[in-house]
């Protein structure tokens, strides 16, 4: 988004590119319902958004009321009372991994507790079939319906839509455009679903499909993502049963595929966003253009011309995104560019059927004050980027919301703009650490807003992303055990790869050097108990490994280890300054340093192979005390420094184990536990190094795939904090 390399909104085309993907494990174990023991408070680490916002939908019949959906962190209802969104989603488990990307959603205008939700994240083969969840009660509760197509909430075209729309003429029907499997019709309220047919959109395995279902009165709209240009792509029922393409469409490259359309009822003109891609990546050229439904005449309306030149020479390439009426005043409405990165995107509003346009990016008083990360290591934050998700209050004219690629800008004023993000937390995690001494209990490592400091769980952190150099997403984070003012941390970066603190990860500076390896491939990292020794590993985002490197200057110069294994993530161990671990995921072999990482011998072999995403960790104020996660293999431990390893047989499958404060009159760390002790995988603790577990998460907090990495804090018994795929970092407390 920002800055280079992958994030975990990567777009996949296919199945060589999933392994590098988060959350594409496979999964062996169901969950069950079992009484979480004993009781714990769930609150999530405040940092607010971080996330793509894909959609945004004010209920049209009740003031206050609106929803949001994510590409990959499910979908939340705002509550005006509070002030903040409410996570609707949160009970889908591990199994359902695949249902936090949401879709599309709609709302019943005339039965205002009636939701709907199309999810499903992947329409790959590797993922599961998408689901369609209804509510009468505002999403409190749900009923689900299994779909047996695919849906691609994370994928390109997640901003286009609404792909899901309650049939106007009667609440019973509902109609899901699908990606490659056509339009489906439900006439049961969302129950059951039926292929409609005789819809003129001819589906395919690699298309878009239907981008958008409006209605505009009585009739229904849905867009076709995958015209040529020259074919219709917008098709019209009158009726519900015989569709037609809508005569006098635009057409061209700027009206390739329509991303949005809004009505309005005064006017009874529909206006249609369009792009040659969907977006939010990968688009040139759009249009906006508007249809009088009642005389069948098309207007071009759009307020800028994509293909300028900026002031600096740039080509200002971008396409149209969102669109929405004012249900207040005729003939006012907004629009957004989006993906237009030379001028940076905007908001335009014409109050006159978009006969002109005023850009509000150029009066915008932007305070991100309550998230700071949004200046992104720079001056000022930017107004937006990938905007496709925009609304306008229909109880407030001034009132409009847009998303961006990781927050919800609203104003109430059209000048004055800041975050309305509160409760809504879509963050990728990918590393935590809890230190033992400071003022932050927290540092984590995100996809696409680099590291946090966490002074505070309640508040985003007031010094933002770490900067100097600021990271799109780290890839690596540690931090001396011994020594705990002393951090690193690796990444993408905007001007360096790799960056040491001195003061527990409140600043930062880049290492004086860098291999050449580090710009496009900069894997985790690892800093020995006292800060002496640096080891650097090296993986390409296409799975590519590289030798590991080491440095004894603190970043300042880097020497090759051929004895490491390629690709590994090296672990140090927490008491002995000369020792350092690492285990060979596609041999199934650990391999031992015992002079401060110079070289590396084997250990222990014969162990559970073939998966990157494997872990060992070491159990901190010990040495050699080590802990294999395997996943549906099992958890394995070592007290001899990786040169035997013992099966536990206290737990069936563990996908990322962390430690935290002893439990009174324990001499060893708790123990936390992604994984199955039994049939179900939650989350776990146990006080006495494994013998025993219960489960400590209940089945309204499951948040999905949580396997990346957990940790307990060495300061507080029973505190434990999970990182999710899209919804940022959970943490729990004993109560």
Same mark, same amino acid.
């Given at each position: 988004?920002?800055?280079?390399?992958?994030?975990?909104?990567?777009?996949?085309?296919?199945?060589?590119?999933?392994?590098?993907?988060?959350?594409?494990?496979?999964?062996?174990?169901?969950?069950?319902?079992?009484?979480?023991?004993?009781?714990?408070?769930?609150?999530?680490?405040?940092?607010?958004?971080?996330?793509?916002?894909?959609?945004?939908?004010?209920?049209?019949?009740?003031?206050?009321?609106?929803?949001?959906?994510?590409?990959?962190?499910?979908?939340?209802?705002?509550?005006?009372?509070?002030?903040?969104?409410?996570?609707?989603?949160?009970?889908?488990?591990?199994?359902?991994?695949?249902?936090?990307?949401?879709?599309?959603?709609?709302?019943?205008?005339?039965?205002?507790?009636?939701?709907?939700?199309?999810?499903?994240?992947?329409?790959?083969?590797?993922?599961?079939?998408?689901?369609?969840?209804?509510?009468?009660?505002?999403?409190?509760?749900?009923?689900?319906?299994?779909?047996?197509?695919?849906?691609?909430?994370?994928?390109?075209?997640?901003?286009?839509?609404?792909?899901?729309?309650?049939?106007?003429?009667?609440?019973?029907?509902?109609?899901?455009?699908?990606?490659?499997?056509?339009?489906?019709?439900?006439?049961?309220?969302?129950?059951?679903?039926?292929?409609?047919?005789?819809?003129?959109?001819?589906?395919?395995? !690699?298309?878009?499909?239907?981008?958008?279902?409006?209605?505009?009165?009585?009739?229904?709209?849905?867009?076709?993502?995958?015209?040529?240009?020259?074919?219709?792509?917008?098709?019209?029922?009158?009726?519900?049963?015989?569709?037609?393409?809508?005569?006098?469409?635009?057409?061209?490259?700027?009206?390739?595929?329509?991303?949005?359309?809004?009505?309005?009822?005064?006017?009874?003109?529909?206006?249609?966003?369009?792009?040659?891609?969907?977006?939010?990546?990968?688009?040139?050229?759009?249009?906006?253009?508007?249809?009088?439904?009642?005389?069948?005449?098309?207007?071009?309306?759009?307020?800028?011309?994509?293909?300028?030149?900026? !002031?600096?020479?740039?080509?200002?390439?971008?396409?149209?995104?969102?669109?929405?009426?004012?249900?207040?005043?005729?003939?006012?409405?907004?629009?957004?560019?989006?993906?237009?990165?030379?001028?940076?995107?905007?908001?335009?509003?014409?109050?006159?059927?978009?006969?002109?346009?005023?850009?509000?990016?150029?009066?915008?008083?932007?305070?991100? !004050?309550?998230?700071?990360?949004?200046?992104?290591?720079?001056?000022?934050?930017?107004?937006?980027?990938?905007?496709?998700?925009?609304?306008?209050?229909?109880?407030?004219?001034?009132?409009?919301?847009?998303?961006?690629?990781?927050?919800?800008?609203?104003?109430?004023?059209?000048?004055?703009?800041?975050?309305?993000?509160?409760?809504?937390?879509?963050?990728?995690?990918?590393?935590?650490?809890?230190?033992?001494?400071?003022?932050?209990?927290?540092?984590?490592?995100?996809?696409?807003?680099?590291?946090?400091?966490?002074?505070?769980?309640?508040?985003?952190?007031?010094?933002?992303?770490?900067?100097?150099?600021?990271?799109?997403?780290?890839?690596?984070?540690?931090?001396?055990?011994?020594?705990?003012?002393?951090?690193?941390?690796?990444?993408?970066?905007?001007?360096?790869?790799?960056?040491?603190?001195?003061?527990?990860?409140?600043?930062?500076?880049?290492?004086?050097?860098?291999?050449?390896?580090?710009?496009?491939?900069?894997?985790?990292?690892?800093?020995?108990?006292?800060?002496?020794?640096?080891?650097?590993?090296?993986?390409?985002?296409?799975?590519?490994?590289?030798?590991?490197?080491?440095?004894?200057?603190?970043?300042?110069?880097?020497?090759?280890?051929?004895?490491?294994?390629?690709?590994?993530?090296?672990?140090?161990?927490?008491?002995?300054?000369?020792?350092?671990?690492?285990?060979?995921?596609?041999?199934?072999?650990?391999?031992?340093?015992?002079?401060?990482?110079?070289?590396?011998?084997?250990?222990?072999?014969?162990?559970?192979?073939?998966?990157?995403?494997?872990?060992?960790?070491?159990?901190?104020?010990?040495?050699?005390?080590?802990?294999?996660?395997?996943?549906?293999?099992?958890?394995?431990?070592?007290?001899?420094?990786?040169?035997?390893?013992?099966?536990?047989?206290?737990?069936?499958?563990?996908?990322?184990?962390?430690?935290?404060?002893?439990?009174?009159?324990?001499?060893?760390?708790?123990?936390?536990?992604?994984?199955?002790?039994?049939?179900?995988?939650?989350?776990?603790?146990?006080?006495?190094?494994?013998?025993?577990?219960?489960?400590?998460?209940?089945?309204?907090?499951?948040?999905?795939?949580?396997?990346?990495?957990?940790?307990?804090?060495?300061?507080?018994?029973?505190?434990?904090?999970?990182?999710?795929?899209?919804?940022?970092?959970?943490?729990?407390?004993?109560?």
């Amino acid at each position: 988004m920002l800055v280079s390399g992958p994030s975990r909104r990567t777009v996949l085309a296919g199945t060589a590119a999933a392994a590098a993907l988060t959350a594409v494990p496979a999964f062996q174990a169901s969950a069950q319902a079992v009484p979480a023991t004993p009781s714990y408070r769930w609150r999530q680490v405040v940092i607010g958004g971080t996330g793509f916002v894909s959609g945004v939908l004010f209920h049209p019949s009740v003031r206050g009321l609106a929803y949001a959906r994510t590409d990959i962190g499910g979908a939340y209802r705002w509550d005006d009372r509070s002030a903040r969104w409410i996570p609707l989603n949160d009970d889908l488990g591990w199994d359902d991994w695949n249902l936090l990307g949401v879709e599309a959603m709609a709302v019943d205008p005339a039965h205002p507790d009636r939701v709907y939700l199309a999810l499903g994240t992947y329409t790959q083969s590797w993922a599961g079939n998408g689901a369609v969840l209804r509510s009468e009660d505002r999403g409190a509760t749900w009923a689900r319906t299994d779909l047996s197509v695919k849906l691609g909430g994370n994928e390109d075209g997640r901003g286009t839509g609404e792909r899901l729309l309650v049939d106007p003429r009667d609440s019973d029907t509902l109609w899901l455009g699908t990606r490659h499997d056509g339009l489906l019709k439900s006439m049961d309220r969302g129950v059951t679903w039926g292929a409609v047919s005789g819809f003129p959109g001819t589906p395919s395995g !690699s298309g878009q499909g239907v981008t958008l279902l409006v209605a505009a009165g009585r009739t229904l709209y849905a867009g076709w993502g995958d015209s040529d240009g020259t074919t219709p792509n917008l098709f019209r029922t009158s009726d519900g049963t015989t569709w037609e393409a809508v005569p006098g469409q635009p057409s061209g490259t700027g009206a390739k595929v329509p991303i949005r359309a809004s009505y309005d009822c005064h006017t009874r003109e529909l206006y249609v966003t369009y792009a040659d891609a969907p977006g939010p990546n990968g688009q040139t050229d759009g249009s906006v253009h508007k249809l009088a439904t009642g005389k069948g005449t098309w207007t071009d309306v759009t307020p800028a011309k994509p293909g300028g030149t900026t !002031s600096d020479g740039s080509s200002d390439t971008f396409g149209y995104g969102g669109v929405s009426v004012d249900a207040r005043r005729p003939g006012t409405l907004v629009v957004s560019t989006n993906d237009r990165w030379a001028a940076g995107d905007t908001v335009y509003r014409s109050t006159n059927g978009g006969r002109t346009w005023t850009s509000l990016k150029d009066s915008a008083v932007l305070d991100v !004050s309550e998230t700071p990360f949004l200046t992104f290591g720079a001056d000022k934050p930017k107004f937006g980027w990938w905007i496709q998700a925009l609304a306008v209050d229909p109880y407030d004219s001034k009132h409009i919301v847009h998303g961006t690629g990781a927050t919800l800008y609203g104003t109430r004023d059209l000048k004055h703009w800041a975050p309305q993000i509160r409760g809504l937390e879509e963050t990728a995690v990918r590393h935590l650490i809890s230190p033992p001494t400071g003022q932050a209990h927290l540092l984590s490592g995100l996809g696409d807003v680099g590291v946090m400091y966490h002074e505070r769980l309640t508040a985003s952190p007031s010094r933002g992303m770490a900067s100097n150099p600021a990271f799109g997403s780290a890839t690596g984070l540690a931090q001396a055990a011994a020594k705990p003012s002393y951090v690193v941390r690796t990444g993408f970066g905007d001007h360096g790869n790799g960056a040491f603190s001195n003061d527990g990860g409140r600043t930062w500076a880049p290492f004086a050097a860098q291999p050449a390896l580090a710009k496009d491939a900069p894997g985790p990292i690892a800093v020995n108990t006292d800060g002496s020794v640096l080891l650097w590993t090296f993986v390409h985002w296409d799975g590519t490994k590289h030798p590991a490197q080491r440095s004894t200057d603190n970043g300042a110069g880097w020497s090759e280890v051929p004895t490491f294994p390629k690709g590994a993530t090296p672990v140090a161990d927490p008491a002995d300054p000369k020792r350092f671990y690492a285990y060979d995921t596609d041999t199934g072999t650990v391999y031992a340093s015992t002079d401060g990482g110079l070289s590396f011998t084997a250990g222990a072999t014969g162990l559970p192979s073939g998966d990157p995403q494997f872990e060992l960790v070491a159990a901190p104020g010990r040495v050699g005390d080590l802990w294999l996660s395997a996943k549906w293999n099992g958890l394995y431990r070592s007290t001899d420094g990786g040169a035997t390893f013992t099966k536990l047989t206290s737990c069936r499958a563990s996908y990322t184990l962390g430690f935290g404060k002893a439990a009174e009159g324990a001499d060893y760390p708790a123990l936390y536990l992604v994984g199955s002790t039994e049939s179900i995988t939650a989350v776990h603790r146990s006080d006495d190094e494994a013998k025993t577990w219960v489960r400590i998460n209940d089945d309204r907090h499951q948040w999905g795939w949580i396997g990346e990495t957990i940790s307990g804090d060495p300061r507080v018994y029973g505190r434990v904090y999970i990182a999710t795929n899209g919804r940022g970092i959970q943490y729990g407390d004993a109560v």
